[in-house]
């Protein structure tokens, strides 16, 4: 056991202008550096270099002029989270991301396009290790019927959000929380160590995609189903 319920922990989240990791740009992003005895806050606001479609403007209230008036050089700050962000798993701090494999896989695809290295290559290793809440839950509550957003899970464990989600900050906020939630709900994770929830956590979505496109195929669904791998893109280069 290495004690990592007692920090350091680094919260991340983004919100973008949609949902596809290649192709989507990150408009806001927080990053909350949370540890024994205090915490540190960073937040950006973004101009993504394209525009913000209505729907994802109404999520989390961000607007293309807004973005362009206010917002960052997109590759200055995707360079500032990325640096943070290679910086905490440098020193075996994990970032506790919900649906890490979305906000992970797209911060990299994002470095990437602006021609920065990604995280993989700043570590010369995969990324990690990775706290994801969604998977934690899926896996150690596997019974339990339901949608399993930040906000059903907020409502499970009865994680009060300081405000509405959908904004970056408040979304960490109630990540954290829940992770708290989940180690007191389930103490074997914290007789675990964090490179070994880290590899479970890659099994436990392996196992969780498998049955997701079995129930696809049996139900006659088309189109692409969930990603096999967790963390995808967050793999070091050839």
């Given amino acids: 056991m290495d004690g990592w319920t007692d920090g350091p922990l680094l919260g991340f989240d983004t919100e973008t202008t949609g949902v596809d ?6 408009v806001t992003a927080a990053l909350v550096l949370r540890g024994p005895a205090a915490s540190r806050q960073r937040t950006w606001l973004i101009d993504p270099g394209v525009e913000i479609p209505t729907v994802a403007s109404d999520i989390h209230g961000i607007t ?11 590759r200055v700050a995707l360079e500032e989270i990325a640096a943070e962000i290679a910086g905490a798993f440098r020193t075996g701090i994990p970032v506790v991301a919900y649906n890490a494999s979305f906000d992970l896989t797209l911060l990299d695809h994002e470095l990437a396009r ?9 570590l010369g290793r995969a990324p990690g290790p990775v706290l994801d809440p969604l998977v934690l839950d899926r896996a150690l509550d596997r019974s339990r019927e339901g949608a ?21 900050e408040v979304d960490v906020a109630a990540t954290l929380e829940v992770l ?43 189109g692409p189903g969930p990603e096999p791998e967790w963390l995808p893109a967050l793999t070091p280069a050839p």
Avoid: N
């Avoid at 293309?64 to 997109?74: L, N």
């Fill in 21 to 26: 990791v290649r192709e989507d740009r990150i």
């Fill in 64 to 74: 293309t002029d807004h973005a362009r008036a206010e917002g960052m050089v997109a």
């Fill in 180 to 222: 708290d939630c989940l180690v007191r709900a389930f103490p074997e994770l914290s007789a675990r160590s964090l490179a070994e929830l880290h590899t479970w956590q890659r099994e436990c979505h392996r196992e969780w995609a498998a049955e997701l496109s079995s129930w696809r195929t049996e139900q006659g669904l088309t």
């Fill in 148 to 168: 399993r957003k930040l906000v059903d899970l907020c409502q499970h464990y009865r994680v009060e959000a300081l405000a509405r989600l959908h904004t970056a």
């Fill in 114 to 122: 602006w021609q920065l290295p990604t995280l993989a290559a700043r």
